[in-house]
Every structure is written in C-alpha cells, then in structure tokens.
C-alpha cells in the first residue's frame, strides 16, 4: 500500500490506526488538525522503497489518491512531491522536539483542581496523587473529565473518611457522651438535637441532660427550656461542682413509685465552650476523665470555620482528651449550611482519623441533626467548588510563608495607592504627631545608629512645638512594663484625651516628678492623664498654675468627706449618679455607668485643709450581655472649667496602651529587624500602638474612613479592634514606603520627607 490519510479524534488514536494498518516502520507525510481531530498522512518504509526504485511514468492503482499518484507521473513532479514530504517531516520533528506535558498531566491537573478548589488541603492533594493508578495517567487532555478518575477520587476519600455506622446500635448501646468543643460551634443546640433524637425512638424517661457551661450567660437556662420540651431531666454544674458524682447518681438504678428502675441510659454533657488556646482546657477535660462512669467525648466543629483554626482545635482537644485517659471518641459538624466550602473540615478529619457521627445544617430540634451519608457527604464537597481569592489556583507554586503577605499587600497596594495617599493625608490633618510617626518609620537602608538620630531629632523637634504643643499628656506608672524591662513613654494626647503618635521616652525626661512637670508645662500641655495619684502637694501645685489633671486611684484610697476619714468607695457610695457613657473597650461596644462626688484630698493626715477634688466612680458593662467587665477610680481636679467626666473614657482606654505596646514591639522586632536597638523600637512601639487605639476609639466620619481604607488595605477586616488596627497601619507604612521607592531616588516628598 501507498500514501494513505488517517483521520482520528486527537493524535494517539490516530497513529493506533496507522500502526494497525502500516505496521510500526511508517512515514509521517504530514500532520495537520481538522473538523472533529487531527488528519496525519503516511506510508509504509517498504511502500517508500518501492516507489523510489520504481521507473518514472508508472502510477498505482491501488486507490493511491490522485494527487500522489500524479506525483509519480514525471521525475519533477516526484522531486516535488518528496520536498513537500520533507518539509512535512521536518514540521513533525520540531513539533515534537517542543516540551511535552508529563504522561497524565492532564489527569493530575484536573484532580488538583477540583480538590483545591473544594477546599482539600495541599498535604492531602499530594499523597492521593501519589497513589493515581496508570491506567487513569492514560486518559488525554480531551479525556480528562471523564468520570473514571471522578469516581477514583470519591472511593479513595472515602476510604479516608471514617464515619458512625448505626446510629441503632449507638441508642440501643446507650452511655454518657460529653459534646466538647470552641465557643461558638453549637454545642447547647447539638445537645438538645442528639437528646431529641434518642427519646423520639425510647422515651424521654432514661435521658439526661447536664450542663457544665457556667460562663456563658443564659447557657443553663437554654438548655432547660429544651430539657423541658423533651421531657427529660436536666442538671447545671458550675465549676466547683462535683460532675463524678452527680453522674455516679445518675447511671446508678432508683426505686421510685413504680418500683426499681434502672439509670439513665443516654446522658448527654453540655460542656463550657473554649478556646484551642485556653489554658484550662486541659482541666476541663480532666474533669471529664475523673467521671466513675465512661465518658465518650465527641467533638463539636464548625464546618465554617478556616481549615488552620480547625486544625488547631483538633489537635488541642485531642491532645488534651489523651492526656485524660483515652482519645476523642468521635465529632459532630455544625453550620454545613454556612460554609463556603467543606473540603477544610473534612480534610482535617481525614487527616486525624476522627469518626464523624452527625451533621447539623441548622438550628432546628431535632430536624436539622442528621446521620452522615458519606458518599453524598463526599459529592456534596467536590460539589462546592469554584474559584477562591483565598486559594491559589491549582498547579501554582505557593509562595514562600514569609513572602506570601507581602505579595498580597503588593497586590492590594498597586491596586489603590491612591487610597493610600488619601488615608494618609487624612491621617496627617487630623492626629497630632503623623509626620514625625512617618519621619520616623525605619527605611530598609541605613544603620540602626541613623534611624535612632532620625528618631531623637524627630522628638526634639516635636518638643519644641514644631508640631503644635500637645493639649495634655499621659504619664503612664513610672515602673518598668511587665516583661519588657522599660517603662512606657509620655504619650501625647489630644483635647478629649486621645492618644496621638508623639512619644518622649522616659529615660529622656528630666529628674524629679516637678522638673518633669515644668518641662511638660514649656511643651504647653494644658492637663495632665495620670495613670496613678502623686504626690498631693505636687496635685495642688499644678491648681496653682492652672493646669489641670485626672489621675487613677484605688477603692481603698483615703479620703476626708464631711469631718471623716472614709476610704473612696465608702465615700462614692454617697455620690451623684451620672449620665453613663457608651464606648468601646477591648474592640467591644460597652456602657460606662458613673458616680460623682465633690470632696478633699487631705496633703497631711490630720490637716484641716486639704485639696478639693471632684472623686469618680466607673462600672462598665457590656452592651449586647449587660455583663459587668470591671469598675474603676478617678480624682481630678476641681478647677473651674475642667470637665474631668467627658475624660474617662480616654482614662479606661489608655489603660490598654501598655499591652499593646508590647504587641507593636513584638511585630516590630519581625518585621523590622533592622532595629537592633530596643530602646528605638520601644519607642517606636508606643507611638504605633498609640494611634491604632486612638482610631479603635474615635467616632469621628473621618476615623471610620480610615479605618474602612487600613481593611482595604490590608486585605482584612480590622473593625475597632485596636491590633488589627495596629497590624494595618504597619501594613499602610510599609507599603508607603514601598512605592515611594518605586518612584526612585528625586521623585515627589510626602510632607513627613521634607
């Protein structure tokens, strides 16, 4: 046989049937792609042979095609023919010699990517890659959604997803669970739907309910009304309560008007909800291990949450219940119907060998409970697909961890550096002390010896009023901070007490309480925040010259009200109630309830005279539980025309600065590590921390802004919550930073440059 043209859906079938017809010894012609595959023509070597021997003039009639056929009529023609060949071969050889994707490649890509993008982590992705059979790796491109590597993706997760397999034999065998888990996941609801499900099938008499969950507000009394519903016994322990026992009455037989009876044979334990990093955790669960009786503990997961925060919790709980006596006997799913994707949750279960028992898709009892059906579990999962930004798209090499938050803040920051200007320019109109903040952000050039003259010029200059004289200062506890060996600087504060980016170190400040305070009356500070009492005769200066002062104190605080020595609180409860204060504290919306009352500051026990003051109470609550968060002292002054009330909330926020002074040194110390000197970062630190409280606190349009840019900006949702406030504006400098150098060397000056 001739020259012959084969026609197939893509190229591998194609050239099985020219080895099935020609043989393994063939000649490719040309190869070219057509409506509905690809067209190759060839011949055999043999065929090849025959027609250069064979004399010129003689065709084929063999059903050679015409055009080959008339190729061979004349030498010319045959000349031209074998060019054209040649030239087809050629073609074939470089299209060949491109890099070819690996055998299977598209089998791979195509499960990589419906595991990723159904939420599967890259650990699990990568060993069932490892087991892909070859006959799957035999599939082409074109192939590649065909169900038969589908269907070996569902049985090999399967295979690795444990599951309870009657829930019959679970209520027949009966016993004591205890639901454990983080706040939030649902365990009170779970409780009353695995109770409803029991007694729907025996009754409500051989069940009960026991809470241990004294914390949370109202948890008990939750569980009651469903107790009541079902018709079953319930019981509420605190924390000191003995659970060995009560649990010990319980499973132990009763006589009662129907004579003996057996215990209960369903208890079900509603648990204190805990974070993975509490530290009582482990006790909690040694309670549980102390029981007389077996407790199997299951543990409740929100299948919402991040697959690293499910993670985590697993591994706490689990950790914790064998250092009790025995593992985890199982969990429950919660919220299935607010997830985004399950592939996290049921990765993490996979991963630990944990036996999932229910899922829960609402908050219905017992209706939202169900049993787990995995393969439609399974399907569900590899169902919830989709593109993700918070995924990378599958075949993509991650980025390294300390190159992968720089690389989405670049991302977000070429997107809106306008944005960024305008934060900043804002941030420079309406907080005292920006510039100097933005002066003084270390660059990745220079020496630490060079960002520390930066940093003392900065302050220097700041107190000579080249900003603005401050409107008052806070002067923290002249002791070192807990763990960090250096006390807090004087902060800047602004006419309601906010604090503002413009620090002086302590060790900077001049010796003795009434230097310092005629240095800070030259800086033209108009009152002072003080975070405890001094000296009285020091206080009644400061009346004489006008300028006036808040200063925390204790309950126990002596002070002289009608003729008589009565500690504060003793005095207080004689005091005026106030309209109270709404604020926020700790990134939480809270109501500050306050008492006033006008009495005497004695300089010397036993003197007439003393200093009149006005004395404060402050109890705070908060607004969504009306629970108590703490209670607070204030004396201030009692001039005329200082408004010490409208000052505390500034009083019971600044409280907080230290701590997170700390947490802006610790992220400094990371990410700037060209500040070797920890003086300079304390320093740093404070006027950091300083501004992130003053935007968690302010109410003003212009703050709300800026705090809706740092989120922007930073690719997350900060709120008031005054660390992510402070991780975002490091975010916002760094990126600041970053495209003024993109600029290069001569561009443009910000006003903080100049």
Known sequence: MGVQRFTGANTRETMRQIRQALGEDVL???????????????????????????PAGEGESDGTPASESAAAESPAAWEAFNRRMLEDMRALLRES?????????????????????????????????????????????????????????????A????????????????????????????????????????????????????????????????????????????????????LGALLGRL??????????????????????????????????????????????????????????????????????????????WGCILTKLDEAARLGPVLDVLMRHGLKLCYLSRGQRVPEDLEPVDREALLREALDHGGESPFSRAAGSAPAAPAQARQQALSQG????????????????????????LEHAWPRNHGTDSAFAARLMSASRQAGLRGEGAP????????????????????????????????????HELPAGDEARFAWAD?????????????????????????????????????VRHSGEWLRLDEALALGEAQPGITLFHRGRQARLDLKRLETTLAKRRGDGEGLPVIAWEGTWHDEADGRQLGRRFWIGSARTGFDSGSRLAAALALEGLPSLTQQAERLLKTRRPELEERAHRWQLAAALAALALHLAQAEAGWATDVRA??????????????????????????????????????????????
């Open 97 to 157: 010699a491109a890099p070819a994707p690996a055998p299977g490649q598209a089998v791979r890509d195509a499960i990589l990517r419906q595991l990723s993008q159904a939420g599967f982590s890259h650990v699990l992705c990568e060993t069932l890659l490892e087991t892909l059979p070859a006959s799957l790796l035999d599939e082409s491109a074109e192939e590649a959604e065909t169900p038969a590597w589908q269907a070996w993706l569902e049985r090999q997760l």
């Open 709 to 754: 840019r740092l989120s922007d900006i930073a690719q997350r949702r900060c709120g008031r919550r005054p660390k992510a406030l402070l991780e975002g504006l490091m975010d916002a400098l760094s990126a600041h930073q970053t495209l003024r150098r993109a600029k290069g060397a001569g561009g443009a000056t910000t006003a903080a440059e100049r």
């Open 28 to 54: 490719i012609l040309s190869n070219r792609v057509v409506d509905g595959g690809v067209e190759i023509v060839a011949m055999s070597e043999q065929a090849h042979a025959q027609a250069l021997a064979r």
């Open 413 to 436: 920051v070429l997107r809106q550096g306008e944005a960024l200007e305008t934060m900043l320019a804002t941030l420079r109109r309406q907080v005292q002390g920006m510039p100097w």
């Open 522 to 558: 030259s800086l033209g500070a108009e009152w002072h925040l003080l975070n405890q009492l001094p000296d009285v005769e020091l206080l009644a200066g400061l009346d004489v010259q006008r300028r006036s002062w808040l200063a925390a104190t204790s309950a126990s605080r002596r």
């Open 471 to 506: 409107r008052a200062l806070w002067w923290s506890k002249p002791a070192p901070v807990r763990g960090q060996g250096q006390a807090m600087p004087l902060v800047a504060l602004d006419a309601h007490g906010m604090p503002q980016p413009l620090v002086w170190p302590r």
């Open 251 to 328: 499973a132990q037989p009763r006589r009662g008007l129907m004579g003996r009876s057996g215990g209960k044979r369903m208890m079900v334990i509603d648990t204190v909800g805990m974070s993975q990093r509490d530290q009582r955790l482990m006790g909690e669960i040694a309670r549980l291990g102390a029981a007389p009786v077996s407790v199997r503990r299951l543990l409740v997961l929100d299948a919402a949450r991040h697959g690293d925060t499910l993670e985590q919790v697993v591994e706490a709980w689990q950790r914790a219940s064998q250092e009790a006596g025995e593992p985890l």
């Open 159 to 242: 295979a690795r997803l444990e599951v309870l397999d009657s829930e019959e034999a679970l209520f027949e065998a009966g016993g004591l669970f205890a639901l454990v888990g983080p706040t939030g996941a649902g365990k009170t609801t779970t409780t009353a739907k695995l109770a409803a499900r029991y007694v729907m099938r025996h009754g409500p008499r051989e069940a009960a309910l026991v809470t241990t969950d004294s914390y949370r507000i109202g948890a008990a009394e939750q569980l009651r009304i469903y107790a009541r519903l079902l018709g079953v016994e319930v019981h509420a322990l605190d924390e000191q309560g003995d």
